[in-house]
């Protein structure tokens, strides 16, 4: 019925055109969150540990313990991890990314009460973002936190708020001095040797001169770096298809869906797909705002998106019960797709949710 279609060789495609870019030896720090980006963490994870990443990351404990548990033997970033999951991380031997001073006194004394030595952590400032991280004052504190703590400091990190705007973006570069010039305190004031990264997807295809030693790349995977002259370099990873479930006549002045929400403004015929926003294709895809494509001719959502459910007009596309149409694939991109509900791929694709089947193409 509702199938992801996951093809492999396209994530191939994408890791060779990112590992292009990366100098011989920047690290490829994989993003796997969400599910990997809501498809499957499980057996992407594995794959990219076969393409020869240096580590994984996710954002939550919970996610990497799934990983682990799967048999994922590198490295493993957990972005933001949470005061009541720490344990789950030595458990599982996941690497925290300490990003509050709080967090780092919670972790430090839960490593100290299990006499556990050197274990790795990375360390995330805020340098423009205003979300998570130490800001650059605390790096005193943290230095002597560093001196005399079990930690084996592997990296210090940050992360670009608008690393897709045009290169010369004076926040941008703002934020790219104060990571060089942090970079620098720890350089003066550490004998432990971190490693520094900085860039994300689009980072790397906008300032691949600031990829100091690693770079966190996980949309790019799949196939969008959030700039059509980036994206022409890759594939789509995923490819989203329902089939029609019923297709039934309106008249003119009929109404379709909840609330009465699209009135016929002609004859006009439906299709109903078996897909709503339970499954991640939100209401704020409905009333048009999304189009299917059936053969080659595209349908707009009429009316409101249901839970389980959106209707689809079709009049004029001769097709029938049981075809396939598709939401998003290699030619109709998820970003086009997100484009029409003022969103981006990267919510279309975490959205989808677990009633959706996955199917791993070669
Ligand atoms: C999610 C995330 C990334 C990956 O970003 P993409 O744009 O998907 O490449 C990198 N770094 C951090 C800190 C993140 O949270």
């Given amino acids: 019925m509702n199938t992801l279609r996951l093809h492999l060789s396209h994530l191939d495609h994408n890791y060779k055109v990112i590992r292009s870019l990366m100098n011989p030896n920047t690290e490829f720090i994989a993003v796997v969150k969400a599910n990997a980006y809501g498809s499957n963490a499980v057996v992407i994870a594995k794959q990219l540990e076969k393409l020869g990443v240096n580590a994984l990351a996710v954002a939550y404990a919970q996610e990497g313990k799934i990983l682990r548990t799967a048999g994922i033997k590198i490295p493993i970033l957990v972005f933001y991890p949470q005061i009541e999951g720490l344990s789950t991380l030595l458990e599982f031997g996941l690497e925290p990314c ?156 009929d109404f379709v869906g909840y609330n009465h929400g699209w009135k016929a403004p002609k004859e006009a015929t439906i299709a109903c797909l078996p897909i709503g926003h339970a499954d991640g294709i939100g209401r704020h895809f409905g009333h048009g705002k999304a189009q299917v494509s059936i053969g080659n001719k595209k349908a707009p959502t009429v009316g409101n998106i249901c839970m389980d459910m959106l209707m689809v007009d079709i009049s004029g596309i001769k097709c029938k019960e049981g075809d396939e149409v598709v939401f998003f694939d290699k030619s109709a991109t998820a970003n086009l797709f997100a484009k029409g509900a003022a969103t981006i791929s990267y919510e279309v694709l975490t959205s989808l949710g677990n009633r959706i089947e996955r199917i791993i193409e070669p």
């Fill in 98 to 253: 300490l990003y509050s001073a709080n967090l780092l006194i919670a972790f430090r004394s839960l490593l100290e009460k299990r006499q556990q030595d050197s274990y790795s952590v990375h360390i995330k400032y805020n340098t423009g973002l205003n979300r998570v991280g130490f800001t650059q004052e605390q790096t005193p504190w943290l230095l002597e936190q560093l001196q005399e703590s079990p930690f084996h400091l592997k990296s210090v990190y940050s992360h670009l708020a608008a690393s897709e705007v045009d290169k010369d973006d004076p926040l941008s570069k703002k934020q790219i001095q104060a990571f060089l010039s942090l970079k620098k305190q720890y350089e003066l004031g550490l004998n432990e040797k971190p490693k520094f990264h900085l860039l994300n997807s689009s980072g790397l295809f906008n300032y691949p001169e600031y990829q100091f030693d690693a770079v966190r790349c996980g949309i790019a995977l799949h196939g969008y770096v959030n700039k059509k002259m980036w994206d022409q370099k890759l594939k789509p990873f995923a490819s989203l298809t329902s089939k029609i479930c019923q297709i039934h006549q309106v008249k003119k002045g």
